[in-house]
């Protein structure tokens, strides 16, 4: 493939180089002091996002909601929640993102909206077989769609609450305050749309798709993945196609890699979906020293159409989700990863990155490395750059939900509010607070995890292969080493780590590159020519390399002293 056309190829397909940020407006800084983050805040601290190296940023909702499920509970979708801002001061951040070239994606909260929305309060009031009342999924008694499990297993018992004003049952897939949307009627649908519409001639260039399977349900079903929720998502691709062509969605589908592989379609659904299953994979992987974990499910992972991409994750805003793995594998993470049962929440743990490494920096590169590496769109959560902490004594997932820890300053230089008025409170133990852990110390650190990741960011940034390549496994003689090749063209990367917390040695089986020199990419050293035979390789515990395979180059003959 020439340059030129790999650009031509990469204009529109952008969300397949997304580099993706995702953060809360909330925790992340506030600029007029009343103690909750903003846009205005946000948009100042854009140049440090662009320093990163990351090129789009996900948002988590910020629209008017009571509060109850950190904004997943939406009231006003067409509008700003005035603790953030104004809907200019979105248009300001937006405009100002652009200009980084850096792209928004938001978040589309569709399956259900707050109890508090106009919707509902209209919809219970009146008549059973109104317009109104047809918003939403009701039932006379709450025995409809029983094959259907709930999700918010430690607070819920049912998917049907009793509205006693509607004198009905309504459906909600998770807390009984989030009635479901019904999407069976087709002016919700219009609604729908005009929300996209609306945040589209704002600026925003794609929308999270939130709890996607789940827009339809039907009798006799598990109500999830239903053939009418693909068909309603490709008919909105293409409506809004027609007037934004550049829109991107991305599929929050917590499932096995077939199923979710369903929402790219034929290339005509969501453009992206998340890879729920590798992400506690990775986790297991360095838990066990072992490559198989990985290795079964990219295994399982068939080729997706060509204009899609994954979104790959370590940690997000929600739980370490276990869904998607087995009740043995659960149990043995949850015993690794929150032998404190305070950390488990639902199928998940509630914790942040670090704090699950044990602040270990070389596993905390271990892991940002696989995920940069492996294929699809990697997705950072705003504090991991710099290792921040969680806080295990706040309810539901706001532990990993914190400030972000700017300086060793007044509430961590987020606010300038009384500390008691802030959202939520800044995390100051001696181990993870911000005295220890901020993003100006590790600026004035070349050594910093922060400066680490900007310098590998810039790295993967440099070479399509991690974007736009394919992907194969290496054989290796040692389980505890995983190696892989990203290629694409002639820019082929050589991706290969120790799993282990003991050094290792193995045999790498690179034949096919026979004469090819790898070179280390973040120095540039040239390793030993690759030879018709066994690549051998020593590693430190948790140690990793990204080496180019060189065609030309060659390693040097060594001449007597
Ligand atoms: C998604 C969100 C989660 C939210 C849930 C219900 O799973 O990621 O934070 O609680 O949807 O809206
Ligand atoms: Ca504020």
Known sequence: MTAKSRNERRGPLWHKDAVIYHLHVRSFSDANGDGIGDFAGLTQKLDYI????????????FYPSPGRDGGYDVTD?????????????????????????????????????????????????????????????????????????????????????????????????????????????????EELLKIMRFWLDKGVDGFRLDAVPHLIEREKTKSENLPETHALLKHLRRTLEETHPEVILLAEANLWPKEAREYFGEGDECHMAFHFPLMPR????????????????????????????????????????????????????????????????????????????????????????????????????????????DNIELGDRDGVRTPMQWADEKNAGFSNAPPSALALPVIANAQFGYAAINVKDQEDDAHSLLNWVRQVLALRASHTAFARGQMRFVKTDNDSVIAFVRADGDDRILCVANLSNTAQATQIGLSKFNGFTPVELTGGAAFPIIEHKAYAMTFQPYAYFWLKLDKNRSAGDLDAE
């Open 282 to 389: 990775i986790f297991s992987a360095v838990a066990k020293a072992s490559s198989k974990p990985i290795k079964t499910i990219m295994r399982q992972t068939l080729p997706i159409p060509d204009d899609c991409q994954w979104a790959i994750f370590l940690r997000n805003h929600d739980e370490l989700t276990l869904e998607m793995v087995s009740e043995a594998e659960r149990n043995f993470l949850w015993e690794k990863y929150a032998a404190d049962k305070r950390a488990r929440l639902n199928l998940g743990i509630r914790r942040r990155l670090s704090p699950l490494m044990d602040q270990d920096r070389r596993r905390i590169e271990l892991l940002h490395m696989l995920l940069l590496s492996l294929p699809g769109s990697p997705v950072l959560y705003y504090g991991d750059e710099i290792g921040m902490g």
């Open 77 to 189: 979708y067409t509008n700003v929640s005035p603790e953030y801002g104004s809907v200019r001061d979105f248009e300001v951040f937006v405009t100002a993102a652009h200009q980084r070239n850096i792209r928004i994606i938001v978040e589309l909260v569709i399956n259900h909206t707050s109890d508090e929305h106009p919707w509902f309060q209209s919809a219970r009031r009146a008549r059973a077989d109104s317009k109104e009342r047809d918003y939403y999924v009701w039932s006379d008694t709450d025995e409809k769609f029983a094959g259907t499990r709930i999700i918010f297993i430690d607070s819920e018992t049912s998917n049907w609450s009793w509205d006693p004003v509607a004198g009905a049952y309504y459906w909600h897939r998770f807390y009984a305050h989030q009635p479901d949307l019904n999407f069976r009627n087709p002016i919700v649908v």
């Open 50 to 61: 662009e320093s990163l190296g990351v090129n789009t940023i996900w948002l988590l909702p």
